[in-house]
């Protein structure tokens, strides 16, 4: 059984990396035949029903969808089962069902030993790209053809407009409710793997792109991730991860910077958070900070109760993180409490546990939000999540447990919306800008 003491932070993230490194640690743990392997109707239709009865006693189910609407949509997706079929196509086939889910810790994934002959042997889209306002930036060439440059607009692969594979994908994206952020952050971490899931392989990428004034069409060869590696790695400079957690005290300002980037010990690593979040505290009432900017962008979530341990710095009252459900009980708050200003940083990637915390905060009008929709919900989670596999396919699903009513109020079923919104732009990713940083610094100054 689940600790409820301890919410699990949605697996997307975890698994893409785990698959990630499959491949660059070298290791050959797959067959390739894996990849073509075809399932018959009666294989796909089993897992299916298996897949039905599993999601059928997941609480919450019918928060968005109805139970007569999700019935038809279960059937409809039945009855396309009429061919054969490999473990990505029905995978796309399953995937389908997110947009009527809508709870980001209801995952599936192709199967792990599929994923990892697929790293091994496949060839792929050798850019690094994201996503601004649905439109799609080259962020690093790993091609063979370096006349494509960094902040090219991609316009169409293979004769697909880019806004139809950006809405394509997006269908099959997990999210909570009617949020869009979350998903579109997914995209712009692994747009490489969920474009190859979900469209056939080709031998080439037939491209129309955007340089300066001028519309360009040209073919790019697809590479095989070790190539794409080696290219990043001899053209840009080392990209490095940051600190899951780091602080930083500005004195002119009577400042600090607080970022945490997990609540989630395994990610955290070495780094104790209980330590270092008492320790950075500490250090800001010795400094007599006035101004705290903490950062919670890309923070998917984790433990509850390092949320609280953060709360209780920053609330002079006693306060409880949810108001129904696991880790429903009250926190007193720390013998001292941070008394200055809080500006807080969330995006999209701010999900989960993380959205508990951001959820709380407004509720007691104790921060100024600055950025996106938070990716997870500020009114209710449905999460611990437990693992299963289809016995046929193999595909990996991951199916929540457990209810967290956070907060009573009408979220329109989306994330905390940001007090002043801050949409990244191209030259955020693209020169290593922050303009949600530099707007707190800015509200800092005009006090």
Known sequence: MANPKSFRPVSAMCIAIFTLLLFWNGKKLSDPAAVD???????????????????????????????????????????????????????DLITN??????????????????????????????????????????????????SIQVGDEILSINGLSVDTIYQNLMRHQLRDGQNSTYPNWILNQWFREYFSYHYQLRDAFLLTYAHKTATVVTTVSPLPKAKIRANRQERYSAVHEPSAL????????????????????????????????????????????????????DNQGGNTAYGKFLLAYLLDEPFRLVEKGPASGKTQPQKKTFKGSVYVLVNGGSFSVTAMVVSCLSSKNRSVIIGEETGGSGEKIVGSASGTTLPFTKIYCEIPKRIWYIRSYDSNGHGILPDIAVQPEPSDY?????????MAERLILQQ
């Open 246 to 297: 780091s602080f930083s005290l500005d004195t002119a300002l009577h400042a600090a910077r607080l970022s945490i980037r997990s609540f989630d010990q395994k990610v955290l690593g070495e780094q104790s958070f209980k330590q270092f979040v008492g320790n950075a505290f500490a250090q800001m009432e010795a400094a007599k900070t006035q101004y705290l900017v903490l950062d919670l962008r």
């Open 97 to 146: 069902l997110y947009p009527a889910i809508r709870n980001g810790h209801t995952l599936f994934l192709p199967p792990p030993a599929l994923m990892a002959a697929h790293s091994e042997t496949s060839l792929f889209f050798p850019f690094d790209v994201f996503f601004v306002n649905q439109r799609m930036y080259v962020l690093r060439n790993c091609s063979d053809d370096l």
């Open 430 to 438: 693209l020169n290593a800008g922050d303009a949600c940083m530099e």
């Open 37 to 91: 392997r075809v399932f018959t109707i009666a294989e796909l239709q089993a897992d299916f029903q298996t897949l039905r009865k599993n999601l059928e006693a997941q609480p919450g189910l019918y928060f968005y969808t109805n139970k007569t609407d999700f019935d038809r949509l279960f059937d409809s997706l039945y009855r396309a089962i009429d061919k054969p079929m490999n473990a990505y196509r029905f995978y």
